[in-house]
């Protein structure tokens, strides 16, 4: 009881409320005084209607009581009217008061369906926000802490070439992160020209060979299984990037000395792009999460820990984009296979 007595309390007051439940009381009541206005007016309108006509029948019924010489009680009659008035103007404010009533349950349950997709978009972007300062201040942290090391004592040379060469890393990790969150930004605000016609055979065994040098760091094997001369519709520059994170994900998230097999083939009227890594694969439950941004299953999957989860939202980004579809399946311990379909022209 004290807690509903609390709840009604901040309602009253609209204090402790987050903003949006404060706008959902708010539109709530407008949609309620709306109605109540609009009740007031029909109201006036039916009370006036039915009360003119009563007087009038009344009158009719007393001169043709005069032409007939009938006498009739007055006062009885003036009784009755007050009577009928008085009970119309009951059966009105009751119904009133259940409509007010009906309408405020409907109103408030419409309040919250209109309002709670800007409110979801809004928890979205301020995650993304805190998301990004987080990414963002780590290796910012890593330079700053390494700058004052070397600030604080005379060093030997080999001493600055290993804070220089970190330094230098944690401000590569910043770039990418800054152009992987203008991606994203920008994609969100413009559409992609589907009218250039692409040999996707081609980009593919391009990003084979660029991330060929990073695969043998890591030690793993990259298996090319594309055909030849598959085309479809998009945007080059955002097919590359998604070709490359892909790859770039599975070596990523591979076992040492693994391998990533690449396949592109033709269905009925589509490309297929296979990319399946010999990692130690997903949770099941962890396979939903996969595509938000800054999300990552586990740190220790990972030979490169500075991902910041933003790979797998940027292709799945690109993939609708193009209108096309893609799909996870993955058997935790046994890696992990993604699977992108493209139209194919």
Not at 288 to 294: K, L, Q, T
Not at 333 to 340: I, L, R
Request: aromatic share 6%; net charge positive; proline share 1%.
């Amino acid at each position: 009881m004290k807690n509903i007595l609390k709840q009604l309390e901040e309602w009253a007051t609209l204090s402790n409320l987050s903003e949006f439940k404060k706008a959902t009381i708010l539109l709530t009541t407008y949609y309620t005084v709306g109605v109540f206005i609009i009740l007031v007016i029909f109201n006036i309108l039916v009370y006036s209607l039915f009360t003119n006509s009563i007087y009038s029948t009344n009158e009719n019924i007393k001169e043709q009581s005069s032409e007939k010489n009938e006498k009739k009680d007055n006062k009885l009659e003036e009784n009755k009217i007050h009577e009928i008035q008085e009970n119309l103007a009951g059966i009105l404010i009751t119904s009133d008061i259940a409509i007010l009533i009906f309408t405020l349950m409907i109103a408030y349950v419409l309040s919250k369906h209109t309002l709670k997709p800007i409110e979801e978009a809004y928890k979205k972007q301020s995650m993304f926000v805190a998301n990004a300062a987080h990414e963002l201040r780590t290796p910012l942290s890593v330079i700053k802490a390494g700058s004052e090391v070397i600030l604080r004592n005379d060093r030997t040379q080999e001493e600055y070439k290993k804070y220089t060469k970190e330094s230098l890393e944690e401000i590569e990790r910043l770039i990418t992160l800054s152009n992987d969150l203008l991606f994203l930004a920008q994609n969100n605000k413009k559409g992609v020209n589907l009218n250039s016609k692409l040999n996707f055979s081609e980009i593919c065994k391009k990003q084979i060979n660029a991330i060929e040098a990073y695969a043998l760091i890591h030690k793993i094997t990259i298996k090319d299984e594309v055909e030849n001369n598959l085309n479809t519709l998009g945007n080059k520059s955002d097919l590359t990037r998604l070709v490359i994170n892909l790859l770039k994900n599975a070596i990523d998230y591979n076992k040492k000395e693994g391998s990533v097999t690449i396949s592109l083939k033709k269905k009925n009227n589509k490309i297929i792009l296979s990319v399946i890594d010999t990692g130690i694969g997903i949770k099941k439950e962890n396979l939903i999460n996969i595509y938000d941004r800054f999300y990552k299953v586990d740190d220790s999957r990972t030979q490169n820990s500075s991902s910041a989860g933003l790979g797998l939202a940027i292709v799945k980004n690109i993939v609708e984009e193009h209108h096309g579809s893609i799909k996870a399946n993955s058997s935790y311990g046994n890696g992990t296979t993604f699977e992108v379909i493209l139209k194919c022209v």
